[in-house]
């Protein structure tokens, strides 16, 4: 059985990660899916996904949080699991450091510079961190001996450490570092970490820079200590770290502080062998340590490393760097498909056989004629291929589940029924034109041109939009499952087949505004919902912006912005200038694609839990 589960999501870990969720679900019940990939270590939509295998075999419960049903302990205790003993620190949660009462305005003061401070840039995979972990990096510092005293370098900064060591510094009332280098790509960041630590009293120098080149060569060997949270791939971490040895003072004993997400077994060997290959070793290391406002896949948390340097240690990429950096420059590697109908494994890309997944459904499976086709791992170039056709021996990817939505907008807690509107097909036909803006009002968007909505056609190819139909009632099943349990945790109706009923019924009414992406012959792999509804005050017409969610395919942002450009069209279409969208506070993704397309905040919806049964009779 626990074979079966493990195979059924293509889970890496195979058997002990299944055990894994069983353990935590038998230790944490009742347990949301957030805590149990926490607990663990998994993604949530893997830790989902499991979850699920588990249910329909009867062994966890169908209300959530989850639990394990009688079946479910019977199945614990026979794997001689039936043991509930924690003894993680209930003070600290594990996290080895407690924020003092002393630094709870240094809390207060960061959140309000997070939300004055630049937005999150996903392109460059970036995801801030909480007010509070930036406090405990700076406690890590401390506590380390790195600080106070001595200089530090930040190797990027979108997560403004720089600015929670100068607030720390303030609140205790004095600078607790003689001085900060910060080195980051961005000039609004570096800006923004200028105007903010002029008035409060370290010294903070900011470099403009792009970490692909060298180091400046005044920063060489000039800090003692260095502190990183590159981008979540074995070649960021590589080349994070080896500019953060640039910075470094020659000799043994530095510190280097590392921040990264989890990552599958063989991902996280790279990433282990590549601190080996610049000659650092582990002085610590603490899981669940970085909670960030995103990262829903990773649960919102990475590990936190602290580095020392040897006298082995040596940057391995002083020149400069070419190779796939962020999440999105390794779209140009060669990509493993799995063919849905025989599990056969094959690569497309640059040198495949095929250089595109179009190509690939044109012919078809070489193994059996069929497809379709299930996005895989990137491969390294190095990496011999298996021959065309042949299935794997065994899981070798932590493969996203099948049709496992990345959720972008957050879905209403009850479905509601669109209005009646004219033609919502999509492709979206030629849109009306924009109405005058009411007097007081900004355009936030207008209509793209025919070039350049022929242009985001083709990057969002072999995937196009249309119209929804009873048919892709399954795939917008998992598709809202998943954005209710990103939007709402504990309290998501994240069961797809319940989903699929509720839009099934909308659908009967109305399809108008339901909008999918996908490309021939195959299941929907994006979702748009927009239904135009009416003001019963002023009897104003205005749309509603309700969900948006895309799986996680090679060009999953340009389907996206296919999808929204679609619904914004379908509301010109008829007539609607304004438009409104709900979405969750962490969830930052969405946030960010809402600002590029120029909506703007307006309001913000607050919730307070009271106890129960102590009500005034």
Not at 572 to 582: K, M, Q, W
């Amino acid at each position: 059985m626990l074979t079966e589960v493990a195979e059924a999501v293509r889970l890496q870990e195979g058997p002990p990660g299944v055990r894994s969720v069983l353990r935590a679900l038998r230790r944490l019940a009742p347990a949301s899916t957030k805590d149990l990939s926490r607990a663990t270590g998994l993604p949530v939509p893997i830790v989902a996904a499991l979850g699920n295998e588990l249910r329909r075999r009867g062994f966890v419960t169908t209300q959530r949080p989850s639990r394990l049903t009688e079946a479910g302990l019977d199945l614990v205790a026979q794997l001689g699991m039936d043991l509930s003993l924690d003894a993680t620190c209930t003070t600290c949660d594990g996290r080895e450091l407690v924020i003092p009462d002393v630094l709870d305005q240094a809390v207060r003061r960061l959140r309000a510079l997070m939300e004055s401070g630049p937005a999150a840039d996903m392109a460059i995979d970036q995801s801030h961190c909480t007010a509070e972990t930036k406090v405990r990096r700076v406690l890590a510092l401390l506590t380390a001996g790195a600080l106070p005293g001595g200089s530090l370098l930040l190797i990027g900064d979108d997560d403004l450490v720089s600015l929670a060591v100068a607030v720390v510094g303030d609140v205790l009332g004095a600078p607790i570092v003689e001085r900060v280098t910060v080195v980051d790509i961005s000039p609004e960041i570096l800006d923004y970490i200028q105007k903010v630590s002029a008035g409060l009293g370290t010294r903070v120098e900011t470099v403009q820079h792009d970490l692909r080149l060298p180091l400046p060569a005044e920063l060489h060997g000039q800090h003692d200590v260095a502190m990183t949270d590159p981008p979540y791939t074995a070649e960021g971490a590589r080349l994070f770290l080896s500019r953060a040895v640039e910075g470094l003072r020659p000799g043994p004993a530095h510190s280097v502080f590392f921040s990264f997400g989890g990552k599958s077994p063989d991902e996280m060997l790279e990433v282990q062998r590549e601190i080996m290959g610049l000659g650092l070793v582990t002085n610590g290391f603490i899981r669940n340590f970085n909670e960030y406002e995103g990262s829903g896949i990773l649960g919102g948390v990475g590990f936190f490393q602290h580095l020392l340097t040897t006298t082995s240690t040596a940057p391995t990429h002083e020149g400069e760097f070419s190779g796939p950096l962020y999440t999105g420059d390794k779209r140009t590697r060669q990509r493993e498909y799995t063919c849905v109908a025989c599990d056969a494994r094959l690569r497309v890309g640059p040198g495949a056989r095929w250089t595109s997944v179009a190509a690939l459904r044109d012919e078809g499976c070489p193994n059996c004629g069929k497809g379709p086709f299930r996005p895989g791992r990137l491969v390294p170039a190095e990496d011999p291929a298996t021959p065309a056709g042949q299935p794997p021996a065994a899981p070798a990817q932590r493969a996203t589940p099948p049709q496992q939505a990345v959720p972008a907008q957050q879905a209403p807690a009850a479905a509601e029924t669109p209005a009646t509107v004219p033609n919502p097909a999509a492709p979206a036909p030629a849109p009306a034109p924009t109405p005058a803006a009411p007097a007081g009002r900004t355009i936030g968007w207008r209509p793209p041109t025919g070039e350049d909505r022929a242009a985001l056609a083709g990057r969002a190819r072999p995937y196009a939009t249309r119209q929804a139909a009873e048919r892709d009632l399954p795939a917008i099943g998992r598709f809202e499952a998943e954005i209710a349990r990103v939007s709402f945790g504990e309290d998501a109706i994240d069961d797809p087949a319940r989903w699929a009923t509720r839009l099934g019924r909308a659908m009967e009414k109305s399809k108008e505004g339901m909008i999918v992406a996908d490309g021939p012959g195959e299941e929907p792999v994006g979702w748009c919902w927009v239904s135009i509804n009416q003001n019963a005050m002023t009897g104003d017409r205005y749309a509603n912006f309700r969900s948006l969610a895309v799986s996680p395919v090679d060009n999953r942002s340009d389907v996206a912005e296919l999808l929204l450009t679609a619904g914004l069209e379908f509301c010109l279409a008829n007539g609607i200038t304004e438009v409104v969208g709900r979405v969750h506070v962490g969830n930052v993704p969405m946030r960010t694609v809402y600002r590029k397309f120029g909506f703007d905040p307006t309001s913000l919806s607050m919730k307070l839990f009271l106890p129960e049964g102590d009500g005034v009779r």
